[in-house]
């Protein structure tokens, strides 16, 4: 009798799970090196055949205009370069970029994926210009030409969130603004997927709109939840009002639980990452079934679809962020089977019948299954998910190659295929295999090794002091690698005298306690904030109080040792997580700083 994909997904666990034992890093070098061919061979075709269109046609080897065309594949693919250690590549495909963008152009785009395409591709290879061996703009990272056309493309979709309830068109034209009569229906995602990209444009040139933007529309979305806490995938951005109530984790909705987490994460928000948690609670609740996730009624979380989702396969990421492991093993170990009964996983998969959907049978080169890979392996050391990672290469490798890139399966049933190539292989698929089959990669660094950047402001006379590439790296959704070092080295600006900063301190806690308690003295906190007086009711954790560290020649340890007295009328004390460990020094130089383990970096070793 012939095993249905689910059934027989544990004898498949078992046979990975038995070699294990074995010592498999010369084949994990030899795959990690197939990953990087498979990236040269796309990315050349495109180069040759395609640029400057927007994406190659792998079977007729041509380009064509698909998102605007402005070489999206080749600004989606910068930081790919960087990250697979094409440096002389990356330097030319920067010059490429910085000679022939223009975004001046009458062109209806996509507000959504020209934010995760091009925003946070140029982004990404901005802040990633030291790592790539190129010579620093002046400024770097406040600035820099990549950058400027970062907040050029950013600028062009802000009029989108001109809306009564700031929730974003889904359209809108990069010289015009919103087109007239533009339909008031936005998808989920493409309302709350900008803030990790909007957010670091604010803290890089100090410009508040794009982060404002952004957090406006995440906080319409999360208080339009329903009553048992789900969302729906569809919603007018005029009344606020949901149009499409089915409530899922995959297309149109997956990456807003993305940014909620991700972006909590990026700027120390946890207002974000409790409010992921009660929708990931509620979702866990109502749509999780065998550890496969379906549609359902948002208002009752009634199953109204029973199909899963190639795109699903991302959420064990953000499990395994969470630290939910054996749940997200559950989901990845399912998704394994329909891979290993198909080849690839179909856009949509009946759990009732146990078939493709019909209509839904391609499989366009998607990242989420192995993006989810490299997490779990990160997490757990496990040689079985590499395994899993090997089938997905070779069978992108033997049934979508072509003599100039790879094509997307229109169907995976029959293997046949389609002629196009989406830049989202070049920058997430082969990005992801590279870096699941890679040891001691510094995309996977913690933060103990990394430049010290003391930089002057031309404003104030007084310094940043950041370590641009240290505290490691969060991927977007287009797994464009954002630096969190970064966040400290432009703005908010040295706001505190230096005579102040003796009374900042970290109070390290009891670490048999699951909170830690960080205080700011009232006076330290007007010089930040820029407020004359703050009550205690108003007193917010906000992302400029939580940089703390000793700087007073007269303390020689970085923790508070002084005992607490809580809700103080004279200071502020924030609730932290014990896994809070970020420093940022406001005002001073680095070698001013007694205490040099504050930043938890040290110089190069060379």
């Not at 089938?391 to 293997?415: M, P, R, W």
Request: net charge negative; aromatic share 12%.
């Amino acid at each position: 009798m012939r095993l249905s994909p689910v059934s027989h997904v544990a004898s498949l666990i078992f046979i990975l799970a038995t070699t294990t034992c074995l010592d498999h890093a010369p084949e994990n070098r030899e795959y990690r090196e197939k990953a990087r061919e498979m990236f040269d061979h796309a990315f050349q075709g495109y180069m040759k055949h395609a640029y400057p269109e927007d994406e190659l046609r792998p079977i007729s080897c041509k380009g064509h205009s698909t998102w605007g065309n402005f070489s999206l594949t080749l600004i989606d693919s910068l930081d790919t370069l960087v990250v697979l250690g094409k440096h002389r590549e990356f330097k030319e495909s920067v010059q490429l970029v910085l000679q022939h963008s223009n975004f001046s152009i009458d062109k209806n785009v996509s507000v959504f994926e020209t934010n995760i395409r091009v925003v946070g591709g140029l982004l990404s290879a901005h802040l990633l210009m030291e790592r790539g061996g190129m010579e620093l703009p002046k400024g770097w990272p406040c600035a820099g030409p990549l950058l400027d056309l970062a907040v050029d493309v950013a600028s062009r979709l802000l009029p989108a969130f001109n809306t009564p309830t700031g929730l974003p068109y889904g359209t809108t034209n990069l010289l015009y603004g919103v087109p007239k009569g533009e339909t008031t229906v936005t998808g989920t995602a493409g309302c709350g997927t900008f803030l990790m990209e909007f957010g670091m444009i604010s803290r890089l040139t100090g410009d508040p709109s794009y982060e404002h933007a952004a957090r406006r529309a995440l906080r319409a979305l999360f208080n339009s939840r329903s009553k048992v806490d789900l969302v729906g995938n569809h919603i007018d951005i005029s009344r606020g009002e949901w149009v499409f109530r089915e409530a899922g984790i995959g297309g149109n909705v997956d990456s807003y639980y993305e940014y909620l987490l991700k972006g909590g994460l990026l700027f120390e928000d946890f207002n974000l990452i409790t409010q992921f948690k009660v929708l990931y609670k509620s979702v866990v609740k109502n749509l999780q079934h065998d550890f496969w996730y379906i549609w359902g009624n948002m208002n009752s979380g009634n199953p109204t679809l029973p199909s899963v989702s190639t795109l699903d396969a991302f959420w064990p990421s953000l499990q395994i962020l969470i630290g939910d492991i054996t749940s997200a093993g559950r989901t990845l170990s399912n998704f394994y089977s329909l891979i290993s009964h198909f080849g690839f996983t179909p856009e949509l998969f009946s759990l009732l019948s146990g078939q493709v959907n019909p209509g839904s049978e391609i499989y366009p080169l998607r990242p989420e299954f192995v993006e989810s890979l490299v997490y779990m392996y990160q997490a757990t050391g496990d040689q079985m998910w590499r395994n899993m990672g090997k089938q997905v290469l070779d069978s992108i490798e033997f049934s979508t190659k072509t003599t100039c890139g790879y094509a997307s399966v229109s169907n995976v049933v029959t293997h046949q295929l389609e002629d196009k190539m989406e830049s989202f292989f070049l920058s997430e698929t082969t990005k992801y295999l590279y870096l699941l089959f890679s040891d001691d990669h510094w995309i996977f660094d913690k933060g103990v090794w990394g430049n010290i950047s003391v930089t002057p402001d031309p404003e104030t006379g007084e310094y940043r002091t950041c370590a641009p590439n240290s505290f490691g790296y969060l991927f977007t959704t287009e797994a464009h690698p954002l630096p969190a070092g970064v966040l400290g080295c432009c703005y908010p600006r040295q706001l505190a005298p230096d005579h102040l900063l003796d009374t900042l301190y970290r109070n390290k806690g009891d670490e048999s306690e699951s909170q830690s308690f960080f205080s700011i003295p009232n006076k330290i906190l007007e010089y930040m904030s820029g407020k004359k007086a703050v009550r205690e009711e108003e007193a917010r954790c906000g992302a400029g109080e939580r940089f703390l560290a000793v700087t007073g020649a007269s303390r020689q340890s970085a923790w508070w040792e002084e005992p607490l007295t809580r809700y103080h009328p004279n200071r502020h004390y924030c609730s932290l997580p014990e896994w809070y460990s970020r420093y940022q020094i406001y005002g001073v130089e680095w070698t001013k700083i007694p205490s040099r383990k504050a930043f938890r970096v040290a110089k190069n070793k060379a």
